[in-house]
């Protein structure tokens, strides 16, 4: 299996950008590899599926609320998702437009009360950057 075989287009509009209320209730995709079918279902739903042998894999990742909105100081929008806090103030960060950043550019945030300097661009499909805040 192939890291690439996980690549593929997730809209914006379907990443869920609140946990739903009530856990079960979360959506479900089940795929039924023989009869070449998709259901949607709701996850409580999940033990239908299941059967003894089954490998049931939990992703316990957590999101944090790292998304900042700022601008170059040309005035142009610039998205910054930050993914992990390297040391201090330094993270590592997806960009948009990752391509119009480039190392030692600046962002300033909120009118200027932070600022973050590009310190690194790292190669891939989305625009990874380390950044100082």
């Known amino acids: 299996m192939k890291v690439s075989e996980f690549d593929y287009e997730l809209p914006e509009e379907l990443i869920a950008q609140h946990p739903s209320e009530k856990r079960d209730l979360s959506r479900l995709m089940v795929l039924d590899k023989k009869a070449h079918t998709i259901e949607h279902k709701v996850f409580k739903d999940i033990l239908d599926y299941l059967e003894p042998g089954d490998c049931l894999v939990r992703n316990n990742t957590?999101?944090?609320?790292?998304?900042?909105?700022g601008k170059k100081e040309t005035g142009a929008n610039v998205e910054f998702l930050l993914l992990n806090r390297i040391e201090g103030d330094i993270w590592e960060s997806i960009v948009r437009p990752g391509n119009k950043l480039h190392v030692g550019a600046k962002v300033i945030f909120g009118d200027g009360l932070l600022q973050a300097e590009v310190l690194e661009t790292m190669p891939g499909r989305n625009k990874k950057s380390r950044i100082s805040l």
């Open 62 to 69: 957590k999101v944090i609320p790292a998304r900042l909105y």
